[in-house]
């Protein structure tokens, strides 16, 4: 089949079989691409989708989009759980295999250091969101119910409010000494971390504000123990919810690795 190379990750040369059935962008099975040592995991997909104009065109289809990044990820799921991935940003399309070689001529010092720094290490995610205003969570965080409604006076009125205002400015101080701390601890464990803009609820979907959001770089044989640590220390955060992911390819800790690749269709140096 022609087409153009659709690059996932780089990585180094790995024994274990990726699953058999295992297919990525547009269908096609991922293959290895090696050069100098180091391992390029391609697929071959159109040109009449992935040449830079039509590929232009298709980043705007919200429904295509969603569907190439699952079957992107899927691909960097399979690596992680059999060697350490270097992942490409979506849609990293070259001309040829010439052009793969060339770009990972042009990073392959780059490519190397990273790889001896993330060598059998994982990225952990961890999230805290809080919840107010439902009588459960308010209940749980110590803010009094309001009163019903009944005639009371202005002052009456102004004091049950100001009483209102603490609980939640308490509640939030709570917040940030919990987050703070759990930071802290799970940062002391991981050999590496980064700390996210918190996520916006209404573009992710998830229940609550988030207040933390954070990955962790991990030895890969000590994940173990740090998911344990986490489910400990979600049972000093009433009111709150902590979300642990992973464990996922090394996003937050490979620097540019994953960018500015796309588009390059000469196979010139980028």
């Known amino acids: 089949m022609t087409g153009l190379r659709y690059v996932y990750a780089i990585c180094r040369p790995f024994r274990s079989a990726l699953q058999a059935q295992l297919t990525?962008?547009?269908?096609?099975?991922?293959?290895?691409?090696?050069?100098?040592?180091?391992?390029?995991?391609?697929?071959?997909v159109p040109e009449g989708i992935f040449a830079e104009e039509p590929l232009r065109a298709h980043l705007e289809d919200l429904d295509w989009l969603t569907e190439t990044a699952r079957a992107h990820q899927g691909v960097i799921d399979a690596l992680t759980a059999v060697t350490t991935p270097l992942p490409l940003r979506l849609a990293t399309v070259f001309r040829d295999d010439s052009g793969v070689r060339t770009m990972i001529e042009a990073r392959e010092a780059h490519f190397?250091?990273?790889?001896?720094?993330?060598?059998?290490?994982?990225?952990?995610?961890?999230?805290?969101?809080?919840?107010?205003?439902?009588?459960?969570?308010?209940?749980?965080?110590?803010i009094e119910p309001a009163p019903a409604r009944q005639p009371v006076s202005g002052r009456d009125y102004l004091r049950q409010r100001r009483s209102r205002v603490r609980a939640h400015e308490d509640l939030w101080q709570r917040v940030e000494r919990f987050a703070s701390r759990l930071h802290g601890t799970l940062s002391s464990y991981a050999e590496d971390s980064r700390l996210h803009a918190p996520q916006n609820s209404a573009l992710s979907g998830a229940a609550g504000r988030n207040v933390l959001n954070a990955a962790y770089l991990v030895p890969r044989a000590d994940s173990e123990e740090f998911v344990e640590l986490v489910d400990r220390e979600k049972d000093d955060a009433p009111g709150m919810r902590v979300e642990l992911t992973g464990p996922w390819a090394t996003y937050s800790f490979t620097g540019d690795f994953t960018a500015d690749f796309t588009g390059d269709f000469t196979g010139e140096k980028p």
Not at 25 to 44: C, D, R, Y
Not at 116 to 141: F, H, I, M, N, Q
Request: glycine letters at 14%; a negative charge; proline letters at 6%.
């Open 112 to 142: 190397r250091a990273a790889l001896d720094r993330l060598e059998g290490r994982v990225e952990w995610g961890v999230k805290v969101y809080v919840e107010t205003g439902s009588p459960d969570t308010d209940a749980e965080v110590g």
């Open 24 to 44: 990525g962008v547009a269908g096609e099975p991922p293959k290895q691409l090696t050069h100098h040592g180091l391992v390029a995991v391609v697929s071959t």
